[in-house]
């Protein structure tokens, strides 16, 4: 089955800095990978994803690249905020019926 | 539009017993998914159900089950507690489910501690 391992498992940026949250998976038939967002005490909020024919994509100030040759993919924060600061989980899934496997989690912090 | 909601927020049991839980998925979703979340383990994979019928089973014992009724809401039971069942127990919803690349909606979770 797939497994997805993820790093940091904590980050600790200044504000204004960038944060960068890397993936791998294992299964080369992956093809949706989303990122979520776990704030204190609440369950996690899908901020970001990317499926397997587009390497990059976009938003505001979050941003997701996919390399499928090397499986692996990444999350980029700009101009961090302490707002950013969260748990961040990286999933990946293939096309079967099979469910979301997240990886182990990176906690954020932003340092204003 | 109300999101998935789970009850109760938090639960103190002792080894040996056994929790129900409850999650309402959102108005329309059929697929409801239960993990488990403990520090440094990340969200781990319970059980999905779709339509009253279990359509995938996580690594976890027997003593962990679920189950969903036709309004789509979904309850887990674990039975004769163990101090490492304590975790934060979440529910997600989605209008299909597993395979279909949809977004998921996470309740709040339910904290059980076992003492």
């Known amino acids: 089955g797939e497994n997805v391992e993820q790093h940091p498992s904590t980050l600790s940026v200044q504000e204004g800095d960038s944060a960068v949250i890397k993936c791998t998976y294992s299964d080369s038939a992956s093809n949706y990978f989303p990122w979520y967002k776990q704030e204190l005490g609440k369950g996690p909020q899908l901020i970001i994803d990317i499926r397997s024919n587009v390497g990059e994509k976009k938003d505001q100030r979050i941003a997701v690249t996919l390399n499928k040759t090397a499986k692996h993919f990444s999350l980029h924060i700009t101009e961090t905020q302490p707002e950013d600061s969260a748990v961040y989980f990286c999933?990946?899934?293939?096309?079967?019926?099979?469910?979301?496997?997240f990886g182990k989690g990176t906690r954020l912090s932003v340092i204003a | 539009k109300a999101g998935v909601t789970q009850t109760p927020r938090y639960l103190i049991k002792t080894r040996g017993q056994q929790v129900t839980l409850s999650c309402s998925p959102i108005?329309?979703?059929?697929?409801v998914s239960w993990y488990q979340q403990t520090p440094g383990q990340g969200l781990q994979f319970l059980f999905e159900?779709?339509?009253?019928?279990?359509?995938n089973k996580g690594n976890f014992p027997g003593r962990f089950s679920g189950r969903q009724f036709s309004n789509s809401r979904s309850e887990m039971n674990v039975s004769t507690l163990e101090l490492g069942d304590s975790a934060l127990y979440l529910c997600a919803s989605s209008r299909t489910g597993s395979g279909a690349n949809e977004k998921l909606f996470f309740g709040s979770g339910t904290q059980l501690s076992v003492l």
């Open positions: 108005s329309g979703h059929r697929s």
């Open positions: 999933a990946a899934i293939d096309s079967g019926n099979t469910p979301l496997v």
């Open positions: 159900y779709f339509s009253e019928t279990q359509r």
